[in-house]
């Protein structure tokens, strides 16, 4: 009786780690890869073209310009990717694993929500870092080649980092936010455009 509870027990401690985090799969991979190139697309697309007027526009004064929101995308890149870099160097427990981390489709959908508003922290404010609409392009495609870069770098369902809003995310959430979040700004810069009063002008 004595041994066969043992063999239990000692399946069960083999089991456990497969149930408290199941790996990454190359499906998650090619979605995550797919949705970070289809976001990076968007985003240069929205600002492709703009003149002088357009980039700076605002439709009102405590509204962001699409100058202003481009920054906000490309400010974020950086640092959110620095975060995530920092919870890949520690492998989740398995209890931290099992508590919930994975949070794919409730980020796919909120993040996008427009209708939730959220105050940037400081860092992430815009400061007019970019003249033109070339400027930011310029910028941003290092910035998603280098997160492009860690979404292939490990297993991300394996580390976790506390997010201020959605709680314990994996690593593979926390990029699936960066792409949301940069999707999120993309339909803020085509209200600006939609906007009563945006400048006319030269538009691929």
């Known amino acids: 009786m004595i041994r066969k509870t043992l063999v239990v027990l000692a399946l069960f401690v083999m089991a456990a780690p497969l149930w408290a985090g199941e790996p990454m799969t190359d ?38 310009s699409i100058a202003e929101c481009s920054e906000h995308i490309i400010k974020s890149e950086g640092l959110i990717r620095g975060l995530i870099s920092g919870a890949m160097g520690e492998v989740a427990s398995d209890e931290l694993l099992a508590s919930g981390v994975r949070k794919d489709e409730m980020i796919l959908t909120a993040v996008v929500d427009r209708s939730q508003k959220f105050q940037a922290p400081e860092p ?49 959430g926390w990029i699936l936010f960066l792409s949301a979040h940069t999707e999120r700004h993309t339909l803020q810069i085509l209200e600006v455009k939609e906007a009563e009063g945006f400048p006319a002008g030269h538009m691929h």
């Open 27 to 64: 499906a998650d991979k090619k979605m995550l890869l797919d949705h970070l190139e289809h976001t990076k697309l968007k985003f240069l697309e929205s600002i492709d073209g703009l003149s002088a007027e357009q980039w700076t526009w605002k439709a009102a004064p405590e509204r962001w």
């Open 124 to 172: 992430l404010l815009p400061s007019g870092m970019f003249a033109d609409a070339a400027a930011a392009s310029a910028a941003f495609g290092p910035e998603r080649a280098s997160t492009v870069e860690l979404a292939g770098s490990g297993d991300l369902r394996m580390h976790v980092a506390e997010h201020p809003v959605l709680g314990q995310l994996d690593a593979y």
